[in-house]
């Protein structure tokens, strides 16, 4: 069984930053490509960044320059910072793993529960 769990989450004034992070534990044998997500009231979820098992990284074009995603292999955990905080990025935000549980099964992607963040003065 896998689980991701997400910490971080909260609420800040514009302009402010907040780190958020995801544990992935369980039964992992190789962990690929992690990411995080949002979805806010009323609209669909989005991706906001990737980041590969090599750390090559994806950012939507939204938070560009203001995000950045990073990943602890040794840990298994995926970070996003994020700074300049605008009130569109209010949002739960969600971690996703990209994993096999061991040598012969299929990659599959898990879900965490996620986490709230809200920008607002």
């Known amino acids: 069984q896998v689980q991701l769990v997400e910490s971080g989450g909260g609420l800040v004034q514009p302009g402010g930053s907040l780190r958020l992070s995801c544990a992935a534990s369980?039964?992992?044998?190789?962990?690929?490509?992690m990411g995080w997500y949002r979805q806010a009231p009323g609209k669909q979820r989005e991706l906001v960044a990737l980041?590969?098992?090599?750390?090559?990284?994806n950012y939507v074009d939204s938070v560009k320059g203001r995000f950045t995603i990073s990943r602890d292999n040794a840990k298994n955990t995926v970070n996003l910072q994020m700074n300049s905080l605008k009130p569109e990025d209010t949002a739960v935000y969600y971690c996703n793993a990209n994993l096999r549980t061991d040598a012969t099964a299929k990659a599959y992607t898990y879900w965490g529960q996620g986490t709230q963040v809200t920008v607002s003065s």
């Open positions: 980041i590969s098992g090599g750390g090559s990284t």
């Open positions: 369980g039964n992992i044998y190789s962990l690929y490509t």
